[in-house]
Structure formats: C-alpha cells, structure tokens
Nanobody, 120 residues
Framework: QVQLVESGGGLVQPGGSLRLSCSVS????????MGWYRQAPGKERELVAS???????KYADSMKGRFTISRDNAKNTVYLQMNSLKPEDTAVYYC??????????????WGQGTLVTVSS
C-alpha cells in the first residue's frame, strides 16, 4: 500500500517560514511528478508547486519567489519551503504523487493534508 505522509505544518506569524515534508512509502517502481496543493476554507483545492523526477519545477503565480519545492529521490521525499508567509496562505496543504507500480500501472496518491495557519 503506497502512502504519503506529510509533516511540518503548524502556526506561524505573518512573515515567518515553514518547511513541509512529504515522504512516500510502499513498493513502487518509480516516483514521477510530485506536488503540493492547498485548500483554504470555502475554496477549491489549488496547485501550489510541482516538481518532475528530473527536478523541473512549476509554481502558482502567487507563490513564485516565496515558496520553493524540492525533492530527494533517494528518500522518496518532497519538500516545500515557504517563506514570507501571509495570512492568505492559511490552508490545508496536500502532497500529491504520480508513480508507477511494479505491474506497470501509472497511479496517483494524495497525502492526508497538513494544516498551515498564518496568524499573529
């Protein structure tokens, strides 16, 4: 059973920083694109950032320059460094992974989400 386990959320003051981590466990052949999404109360889930297995990144416009996505392929882990946090960044952040199984299937999985609250 493939699982994504997130950590690093919490309460931070405006202007502060947090680093989220997401580790993938389970038997997989390869881990492909990974990403972070977020969902604020009353809003739809939106892409924050994504990264390919080769390290190419993509960011939502409002996160460019403040957030950095990275990954450690040896550890099957993706990170999201968030700086200059604003109250509007408050949301549940979800990790997402595309992967290939030993049977040749291409599947995807979501993490359970971690709450980030930006407030003074």
């Amino acid at each position: 059973q493939v699982q994504l386990v997130e950590s690093g959320g919490g309460l931070v003051q405006p202007g502060g920083s947090l680093r989220l981590s997401c580790s993938v466990s389970g038997s997989i052949l390869s881990l492909n694109d990974m990403g972070w999404y977020r969902q604020a109360p009353g809003k739809e889930r939106e892409l924050v950032a994504s990264i390919t297995s080769g390290g190419s990144t993509k960011y939502a416009d409002s996160m460019k320059g403040r957030f950095t996505i990275s990954r450690d392929n040896a550890k099957n882990t993706v990170y999201l460094q968030m700086n200059s946090l604003k109250p509007e960044d408050t949301a549940v952040y979800y990790c997402h992974a595309d992967y290939r199984t030993w049977y040749g299937q291409y599947l995807e999985r979501w993490g359970q989400g971690t709450l980030v609250t930006v407030s003074s």
